[in-house]
């Protein structure tokens, strides 16, 4: 089955980096477009950044645009985020998403 299981999440200050990693199994990740979304605490889930199925085309939400590159190794079967600049509204528990389907997130939380 689908198994998707994120990583990299931590307590960062302002300003600060990190890269977000999702390791995948029980389908052809290669064949498939990946999102990355993202719950805040009280708030619904929101789409962060989108990619295709051989990594050639990325889309992201504006309120991460130009902070944020996802991308993905698709021998390796992982996809990535790299967060840069972050700030404090970017704080939230954070899901690779394949058709709907998430592991169990990973926090990110940005405070100083």
């Known amino acids: 089955q689908v198994q998707l299981v994120e990583s990299g999440g931590d307590l960062v200050q302002p300003g600060g980096s990190l890269r977000l990693s999702c390791t995948t199994s029980?389908?052809?990740?290669?064949?498939?477009?990946m999102n990355w979304v993202r719950q805040a605490p009280g708030k619904g889930l929101e789409w962060v950044a989108g990619?295709?199925?051989?990594?050639?085309?990325?889309a992201y939400a504006d309120s991460v645009e130009g902070r944020v590159t996802i991308s993905r190794d698709n021998a390796k079967n992982i996809l990535y985020l790299q967060m840069n600049g972050l700030k404090p509204e970017d704080t939230a528990m954070y899901y690779c998403?394949?058709?709907?389907?998430r592991g169990q997130g990973t926090q990110v939380t940005v405070s100083s």
């Open positions: 998403d394949k058709d709907g389907v």
């Open positions: 029980g389908f052809t990740f290669s064949k498939y477009y």
């Open positions: 990619i295709t199925s051989t990594g050639g085309f990325t």
